[in-house]
C-alpha cells in the first residue's frame, strides 16, 4: 500500500488569485490616475508638465515610463532566480519559483499596460515610426510569445506523459547504452554469421534469419539458435523503446522551448531598444551632434501641423535671408576681398551670423562664403530664418551679440520648441515650452535687428566710429520711441494679428484658443530672385510704406520774389518705433520728388523725378564720389535733391568736439561721420558705416528722422520766368522709396 506525500500548503504569493487581485488593483489605479489627469485639473498648476496631454514627457508620462520599467526589472528577477542565484538571493527575495513565476506573468502584464499608459497618444499618433513604437511592438511581442510559452507548459506536458513519463533523456539514453551492452555480451565469441545477423537485426528490426542449418555445417557458419535470437530480439526491442522515449523527449522538449527561441531574442532586442528609445527621447544624439542626427528643424517639418505659419513665412525675407542674390554677392565679395578683416577682428561671419544663425553653426566650411556646405541638407544650411532661429532659443537676446555668434549660445537642439503659451499642446514631433522671452516678443528681434562688432574690445560694441555700426534698428526702438511714450512694438506692425484661434492644425487634441499673428514678417523688402514671377506681400508692403510717414507741400510757403520760385515741403515720421528710413539705411532710398509746371504742362522744374524703377537719384554726394561709374541716367548733379539714403562709407570716425571730447546725438551716442580719405562702398568694411548725406543746396544734413523729431522742412528754390509760364501753376510733390538703389546693385 502506497502512502500519499503530504502537499506543503501553498503561500500566498504562490496562488494565481493573489496576483490577479495586485494586478486588477492596480490596473484600476493606472486607469483612474489617467482619467483625472486627461480632466486637467492640474493643468492650472503647470499646464506643461501636468496638462491633460497623455504623452511621454509630461510628469504623468514619465511617471508611467518608470513604473513600466521597475515592473519590467521585477519580472526578470524570476529568471535570475531561477538560472543564476536560486538560493543565493536574499531571504527577503528569495521565495519560491512558483511565486516568482506568477509575479513575471502579472508584473510583465502591468508593465505592458504602463507602457499604453506612458506613450499616450504618441502610441496612436501618425508620423514617423519612432524609437517608442517600435520598443512597444516589441515589447508587445515579448509579452504575447511569454503567454504563449506559458499555455504551452500548461497544455503540452499532460498530453506527453503518458508516452515519455518523465523528460530525462539521459536515463532514456542510459537504457538504450545497457541494452547495446548487453548485445554486446550475448555476441561474445558467437560466430560471424551471428554477429552479421545481429548487426541486421540492430539496423532493421523487422528483419528476420533463416532456419538453423544442417548440423554437418561448420561450427563457423552456424546461424543463431532460437534461443539466442529470442534474447536478442528482447535486448533490441528494450533498446529501440528507449531510443523511441528519447526521440520522444526530445520532440516535447523542443516543443515546450521553441517559444523560447523567440522569447529570448525578444527580450535582448527589447533591451537595446529600451535603451535607444531613452537616448533618442531626450536628444542625447541631437544635442551632441545636432548636423548629424537633426538637432535643428527645417520649416519642411512643420508644415503638418502649422501649414499656414510656414506658408506666411515662405514669403518673408527671413526665408529668403540666405539666398537673396544680394545677400550672396555681397557676402562672397566681403570674404574674398577681405574687407571684415582688421585690426586682429576676423568679421566674416557677422553678415551669416544673422542671416543663418543654424546654418552657420551646422556647416563644416571654414569661410563664411555663400552657399553654406555641410553634412546637414543644404535646404536646412541654408534656410536663413526658419522656426529654430526663434523657438529653438532659449536665452535672453542683447542688442547687437547676433554679429558676435553670442546668439548661437543660446540655441537648443533637439525636440522642445520655445514660445509664448503656457498651456501648450504637445505632439509626437516636438515639445512645446513657455519662456519668459516670449511675453515681450519683440526683444528676440534685437539680437540681428542691431548689427553691431566690438571693434576695441572694450565690452561696448556701438559706439559710431569706434566700432562697426551697420544697423541700429532696436535701439532706435527702445531710445526713441519707447523712452518717449510708444506704446506699439515691433510685433504690432510686422507680425499683425491675423483672424482665427489656432496656429496649429492637429495634435493630439483641439488646441486652446490662441492669439494668431502673421509670420510674413512684411517689411520694405523683398526677394528680387522670386518677385518677377510673384509678390505676395504687394499689397501689405505698400499699406505699410503708406503708413510710415506724413508728407506735404507747405500751400502757405509757396512765394515768388522776382525770378525765383519759392516753396517747402515737410516730412515726417508718423510715429514708427524706429527711425525713417531704418536698417541697412544705406541701401533704402527714401527721397522727395517734386515737381513744377504750368498749365500747358509745361515742367518748369524738377527734383528727384525719375525717368524709370532702373534710373538712378541724381545724388550729388555719390556723383562726386568712387560709386560715380555705376550710376545711370545723371547729366550733372541734382543740388536740391532731399535723400534721407545714408551713405555706406569704407572709413568712419567719430564725430569730435573741439576739445577732443564725442560729440553725442540727444540719444547718447556717438555720431559717425566720413574720414578724410573715405569713399562710398557697396561692401561692408570693418573700419566703416553709415553716414547722414548732405543737400548741396543749403547744407541741410539729411539725417534720417526720428520718430519724437519735429517735422523736418526742406526748402526750393526754383527759377522762375513769370512771362515765360502758361496759366497757372502748379507743385507737384511725393515721397518715394525703394529698398534698393540701381547703382548700389550695379556696384
Known amino acids: 500500500m502506497s502512502i500519499p506525500t503530504p502537499q506543503r500548503p501553498r503561500t500566498r504569493f504562490e496562488r494565481q488569485g493573489t496576483w490577479i487581485a495586485i494586478a486588477v488593483i492596480l490596473t484600476s489605479l493606472l486607469v483612474l490616475m489617467t482619467a483625472a489627469i486627461r480632466t486637467g485639473f492640474l493643468a492650472d498648476i503647470d499646464p506643461f508638465w501636468l496638462g491633460r496631454n497623455l504623452r511621454g514627457y509630461t510628469a504623468f508620462g514619465l511617471t508611467m515610463g518608470v513604473l513600466a520599467v521597475l515592473f519590467t526589472l521585477l519580472t526578470a528577477v524570476y529568471s535570475i532566480r531561477k538560472r543564476t542565484f536560486q538560493e543565493k538571493m536574499p531571504r527577503f527575495l528569495r521565495g519560491t519559483m512558483v511565486g516568482w513565476l506568477w509575479s513575471h506573468i502579472y508584473l510583465g ?153 523567440l522569447h529570448i531574442p525578444l527580450v535582448l532586442a527589447f533591451i537595446g531598444l529600451l535603451i535607444a528609445h531613452i537616448v533618442w527621447v531626450f536628444d542625447w544624439p541631437a544635442k551632441a551632434f545636432p548636423a548629424q542626427f537633426g538637432g535643428f528643424h527645417p520649416a519642411e517639418n512643420c508644415v503638418d501641423c502649422h501649414a499656414a505659419v510656414v506658408s506666411q513665412w515662405e514669403q518673408s525675407m527671413h526665408a529668403h535671408a540666405l539666398t537673396s542674390p544680394v545677400t550672396i554677392v555681397q557676402t562672397n565679395q566681403a570674404v574674398r576681398e577681405g574687407t571684415l578683416q582688421a585690426d586682429g577682428v576676423d568679421g566674416d561671419l557677422i553678415c551669416n551670423n544673422c542671416h543663418a544663425p543654424v546654418g552657420v553653426m551646422l556647416t563644416d566650411q571654414a569661410q563664411a562664403s555663400l552657399p553654406l556646405t555641410g553634412s546637414s541638407a543644404d535646404t536646412h544650411l541654408n534656410a536663413g530664418i526658419d522656426c529654430a532661429t526663434c523657438h529653438q532659443f532659449s536665452g535672453d537676446p542683447f542688442p547687437g551679440v547676433g554679429g558676435e555668434l553670442a546668439y548661437q549660445d543660446d540655441l537648443e537642439p533637439g525636440r522642445v520648441f520655445f514660445g509664448g503659451n503656457k498651456d501648450s499642446v504637445g505632439n509626437s514631433y516636438h515639445q512645446g515650452q513657455h519662456v519668459a522671452r516670449f511675453d515681450a516678443p519683440e526683444t528676440t528681434c534685437m539680437s540681428c535687428h542691431n548689427v553691431m562688432l566690438d571693434r576695441n574690445g572694450d565690452g561696448r560694441n556701438e559706439d559710431a566710429g569706434i566700432d562697426l555700426v551697420l544697423q541700429t534698428t532696436y535701439r532706435e526702438y527702445q531710445q526713441e520711441y519707447i523712452a518717449f511714450g510708444g506704446q506699439e512694438t515691433c510685433i504690432d506692425c510686422h507680425m499683425p494679428l491675423l483672424p482665427g484661434d489656432s496656429i496649429a492644425d492637429n495634435g493630439d487634441y483641439a488646441a486652446p484658443p ?234
Not at 504618441?122 to 520598443?135: D, E, Q, R
Not at 536740391?640 to 573741439?658: A, G, S, T, W, Y
Request: proline residues 6%.
Open 109 to 261: 502584464g502591468l508593465a505592458l499596460v504602463a507602457s499604453v499608459l506612458h506613450a499616450g497618444y504618441g502610441l496612436v499618433s501618425g508620423g514617423a515610426f519612432t524609437t517608442g513604437k517600435m520598443l512597444f511592438y516589441v515589447f508587445g511581442l515579448l509579452a504575447l510569445t511569454g503567454v504563449i510559452w506559458r499555455l504551452i507548459y500548461r497544455v503540452l506536458p499532460t498530453r506527453a506523459q503518458p508516452k515519455i513519463g518523465n523528460y530525462s533523456d539521459a536515463i532514456s539514453i542510459g537504457r538504450a547504452e545497457e541494452a547495446r551492452a548487453e548485445i554486446e555480451k550475448l555476441l561474445a565469441g558467437k560466430p560471424a554469421a551471428f554477429r552479421e545477423t545481429a548487426e541486421k537485426m540492430l539496423i532493421d528490426p523487422t528483419f528476420q534469419p533463416s532456419n538453423p542449418p544442417p548440423s554437418n555445417l561448420q561450427p563457423s557458419n552456424f546461424q543463431p539458435s532460437s534461443t539466442d535470437l529470442d534474447q536478442l530480439r528482447t535486448l533490441i526491442a528494450k533498446r529501440d523503446r528507449a531510443l523511441q522515449r528519447y526521440h520522444v523527449q526530445q520532440r516535447t522538449t523542443g516543443r515546450l522551448q521553441g517559444v523560447r527561441y
Open 514 to 747: 490662441r492669439t494668431s499673428r502673421s509670420h510674413s514678417f512684411v517689411g520694405v523688402d523683398y526677394p528680387l530672385d522670386t518677385v518677377v514671377d510673384a509678390d505676395p506681400q504687394l499689397a501689405d508692403r505698400t499699406i505699410l510704406l503708406q503708413s510710415a510717414a506724413l508728407f506735404d507741400v507747405v500751400e502757405q510757403s509757396v512765394q515768388i520774389d522776382g525770378d525765383t520760385l519759392t516753396f517747402a515741403v515737410t516730412v515726417d515720421n508718423n510715429q514708427l518705433g524706429h527711425k525713417l528710413p531704418t536698417g541697412f539705411a544705406f541701401a533704402r532710398q527714401m527721397w522727395v520728388a517734386v515737381r513744377v509746371v504750368d498749365g500747358a504742362g509745361n515742367v518748369l522744374f524738377q527734383s528727384g523725378i525719375l525717368d524709370n524703377n532702373v534710373t538712378d537719384l541724381c545724388d550729388a554726394e555719390t556723383m562726386a564720389d568712387a560709386m560715380a561709374q555705376f550710376v545711370v541716367g545723371c547729366d550733372t548733379a541734382d543740388p536740391q535733391l532731399v535723400n534721407f539714403q545714408q551713405k555706406l562709407i569704407d572709413d568712419v570716425e567719430p564725430l569730435r568736439e573741439p576739445d577732443g571730447t564725442f560729440t553725442l546725438d540727444p540719444y547718447g551716442n556717438t555720431i559717425g561721420i566720413a574720414a578724410d580719405d573715405a569713399i562710398e562702398t557697396p561692401l561692408q568694411h570693418l573700419t566703416g558705416g553709415a553716414v547722414a548725406r548732405v543737400r548741396p543746396s543749403d547744407n541741410q544734413l539729411l539725417a534720417r528722422i526720428s520718430p519724437d523729431d519735429d517735422a523736418r522742412t526742406f526748402l526750393y528754390n526754383v527759377p522762375f520766368d513769370p512771362g515765360a509760364a502758361v496759366g497757372d501753376i502748379t507743385i507737384e510733390g511725393q515721397l518715394l522709396f525703394r529698398n534698393l538703389p540701381p547703382y548700389f546693385l550695379r556696384a
